[in-house]
């Protein structure tokens, strides 16, 4: 057996029904794209949303990450939305930036 080619790298995923898994056969989390990436993936995914709800609510949406181990930081942060919320992506950026500025 061959390591995970990212083993190591923490990464946390926010995005549309398609990262949350929308589709997929009883949502099987585990068949989605942020775990073929890595299957210890943290998706924060929200299925029929836009960036609008994490770029506000970042702090306590992070809150419920406490109980995972080494949650304080990620080396990867994926954001799938579409770029019609620009203004809103950027807002969300700069609050993961100031939370976590080495990912």
């Known amino acids: 057996s061959h390591p995970h080619p990212h083993s190591g790298l923490k990464f946390l995923f926010f995005g549309t029904s398609r990262t949350y898994g929308e ?3 009883e949502r099987i989390i585990e068949k989605g794209f942020p775990n073929l990436i890595h299957p210890e993936s943290i998706n ?3 299925g029929g ?3 609008a709800y994490p770029s ?3 702090y306590s949406m992070m809150q419920r990450l ?3 181990e080494d949650a304080a930081s990620f080396d990867v942060i994926v954001l799938e ?3 019609l919320f ?3 992506i950027l807002s969300l950026i700069d609050r993961l930036k100031i939370r976590y500025p080495f990912a």
């Open 86 to 88: 620009h203004d809103v």
């Open 56 to 58: 506000v609510c970042l």
């Open 44 to 46: 924060l995914a929200i």
């Open 49 to 51: 949303s836009n960036p």
């Open 23 to 25: 589709g997929l056969q």
């Open 81 to 83: 939305y579409d770029d």
């Open 66 to 68: 406490e109980n995972i």
